[in-house]
């Protein structure tokens, strides 16, 4: 079993969705979570990062953590074309060495 | 404020060759980490260096092997070449100093193929 699991997707969805990306964790130990968006043939880039559980808000980008059931959502509010891309759940315990998921393919159809 | 920058972007070899990648941080950024990223696999840690010192490795092969230098510039380095090291290799950067402190910003990625 991995240490952290994601669904590959693909996430098919229309413009103007609300979004729901998840990710479990078996390793209790994790504090640190993160969410990046990568695009096709580019290096991830940094979403939300947020520390032990709560919402964190940025935007049209909410997300949460959920420690007593090591579960960690995205939501993407108002959905764009734009927002097509793999998005890749990651942790820590806090010394670096990142844990990341398969990804979540999404697909946003205008 | 400039980003990661890795060199080259992309990479052909063979079999047995061995390859040098080089990742320069955001500026300000003691932390370096790189990572594999392949499809079957995914992301996959190899090794972090914080002030020229590893301070983190991953499950790989003594094959791959890294250094930082004292303007925290990273290399990485992969000798005798396999088919399976195919694959694009990723340098995060971040500023490491403390547990909380580890906001890892990615670059473009240098993409090897072994032929």
């Known amino acids: 079993q991995k240490e952290v699991e994601q669904d590959p997707g693909p996430l098919s969805v229309p413009e103007g969705a609300i979004v729901s990306l998840n990710c479990t964790y078996s390793?209790?130990?994790?504090?640190?979570f993160m969410w990046y968006r990568q695009y096709s043939r580019k290096g991830p880039e940094l979403l939300m990062y947020?520390?032990?559980?709560g919402n964190k808000e940025d935007g049209r980008f909410t997300a949460q953590v959920d420690k007593s059931s090591k579960y960690i959502s995205l939501f993407i509010r108002d959905s764009q074309p734009s927002d097509s891309a793999t998005y890749l759940c990651?942790?820590?315990?806090?010394?670096?060495?990142?844990?990341f998921g398969t990804g979540t393919r999404l697909l946003v159809s205008p | 404020k400039a980003g990661v920058t890795q060199t080259p972007r992309y990479l052909i070899k063979t079999r047995g060759q061995q390859v040098t990648l080089s990742c320069s941080p955001i500026s300000g950024h003691r932390s370096v980490s790189w990572y594999q990223q392949t499809p079957g696999q995914g992301l996959q840690f190899l090794f972090e260096?914080?002030?020229?010192?590893?301070?983190n490795k991953g499950n790989f092969p003594g094959r791959f092997s890294g250094r930082q230098f004292s303007n925290s510039r990273s290399e990485m380095n992969v000798s005798t070449l396999e088919l399976g090291d195919s694959a694009l290799y990723l340098c995060?950067?971040?500023?490491?100093?403390?547990?909380?402190?580890?906001?890892?910003?990615f670059g473009p990625g240098t993409r090897l193929t072994v032929l």
């Open positions: 990651a942790m820590c315990t806090g010394f670096q060495k990142l844990v």
């Open positions: 995060a950067s971040s500023l490491g100093g403390l547990a909380g402190e580890n906001e890892q910003f």
């Open positions: 390793n209790s130990a994790f504090q640190y």
């Open positions: 260096y914080f002030s020229e010192t590893q301070r």
């Open positions: 947020t520390y032990s559980s």
